[in-house]
């Protein structure tokens, strides 16, 4: 069982930078894939990034790279989303997961946290 905890959202005005957190509860944090996904109102859910266990591999969506940066400190037990240049379509509410095995679908995480609100102002 891992609970997720997400926290820096806030209010940005366009060009800014925000860094998201996700601290997660469980020894076995290290061994999860992490992700950080975004709903815009009245959008789906969408996939932002993922990072492997150890930090090995990232992804993210063509929409924000260049711009955000997922890491993970598992001595901490934490995920971070590094966010810049942000534009008021990143105005969403951001949650993060945790998968077992490496994915871009939400189907595919099994714990999720309550999400932390970005907006982000023209």
């Known amino acids: 069982q891992v609970q997720l905890t997400e926290s820096g959202g806030g209010l940005v005005q366009a060009g800014g930078s925000l860094r998201l957190s996700c601290a997660a509860s469980?020894?076995?944090?290290?061994?999860?894939?992490m992700g950080w996904f975004r709903q815009a109102p009245g959008k789906e859910r969408e996939f932002v990034a993922a990072?492997?266990?150890?930090?090995?591999?990232?992804y993210y969506v063509d929409s924000v790279k260049g711009r955000f940066t997922i890491s993970r400190d598992d001595a901490k037990n934490t995920v971070y989303l590094q966010m810049s240049s942000l534009k008021p379509e990143d105005t969403a509410i951001y949650y993060c997961a945790a998968a077992q095995a490496w994915s871009r679908s939400d189907s595919s995480y099994n714990y999720w946290g309550q999400g932390t609100q970005v907006t982000v102002s023209s």
């Open positions: 990072i492997s266990s150890r930090g090995v591999l990232t």
């Open positions: 469980g020894r076995t944090f290290s061994s999860y894939v």
